[in-house]
């Protein structure tokens, strides 16, 4: 199996500030084995897609040489550094499929050259492969096979996505990006140029308002998925979707103040997230 980069040879481990993390206190050793691993490679490919220091020509390099690796991992390659070989152990080991890791390298590739995004439609097809997939990955792992479970993945993907891009809308602006729909900020008459700078024009703050409500709409539609008899392997996801749904909330609470830099949770309000996934949970 191809060697992609350095990333391949790092020993895996989830940060504690991910949103991945609270959800290991649900999880079996083996899950949290393989959430780690496919966590270092949805990370792995994300850093290499977004990383200044690199060419463009490079970045698509080790992009392709990851797309190697994953064709090599469901065709009984050797694995070729440290996350490698714990992939290949979590692909044995769970119902992980080639599609969830295919579709996040599609997503992540499309950063290089796509800076803007006319439709909520166009939008989607893009969270759906950096997102979306990543949900449907978890819950193989998980264990959750509901019917709808792919559904489910696709609009909390979707949710989470969303609340991704309204914390960043500022960073993205002054890397070149513009995520949120183009037909949206024509709707407010919020030119792309107002979502960077320092000024919170009346304009962008309603624009912010219904991209939250439509946030926390796609939120709402991914708990009424939720399957009463198969709940019990929907707690993991049910805490990182309320790791963002609290982020939202907060971002609400600032009035989306997200130009002085990166709005994060504090301890208390990740525990607070805690109770409202728990509050959830009961109520399926």
């Known amino acids: 199996m191809p060697k992609p980069s350095q990333n391949s040879q790092i020993v895996i481990s989830v940060p504690t500030n991910s949103s991945f993390a609270p959800a290991f206190f649900f999880l079996k050793k083996d899950q949290r084995r393989a959430l780690s691993a496919y966590y270092g490679y949805a990370r792995a490919v994300d850093d290499i897609a977004d990383d200044p220091g690199l060419a463009a020509a490079d970045r698509l390099e080790r992009l392709a040489a990851w797309r190697a690796s994953v064709e090599a991992l469901f065709s009984g390659g050797e694995p070729g550094g440290t996350l490698e070989r714990e992939l290949a152990w979590a692909v044995k080991a769970f119902p992980l499929r080639r599609e969830h890791f295919l579709l996040v390298l599609d997503g992540v590739s499309a950063d290089l ?26 819950l193989a792992i998980f264990g959750y096979d509901a019917p709808d479970a792919g559904l489910f993945a696709e609009k909390l993907g979707y949710a989470v996505q969303l609340t991704n891009i309204l914390r960043d809308v500022a960073e993205d602006h002054a890397a070149g990006r513009v995520y949120l729909p183009a037909e949206d900020l024509a709707r407010f008459g919020c030119p792309p140029a107002a979502l960077g700078g320092s000024n919170y024009s009346p304009d962008f703050i309603e624009l912010m308002k219904f991209e939250a409500a439509r946030a926390r709409a796609l939120y709402a539609e991914a708990l009424a998925l939720a399957d009463p008899s198969r709940k019990r392997s929907l707690a993991a996801a049910l805490v990182m979707g309320g790791v963002y749904r609290e982020l939202l909330e907060k971002l609400e609470r600032g009035n989306f103040r997200v130009k002085e830099g990166r709005v994060r949770l504090t301890a208390l309000e990740k525990f607070k997230a805690l109770l409202k996934a728990w509050r959830d949970y009961v109520k399926i």
């Open 113 to 138: 050259d796509k800076k803007s995004y006319a439709t909520r439609a166009e939008l989607e097809h893009y969270m759906y492969r950096v997102a979306s997939a990543v949900g449907m990955a978890c």
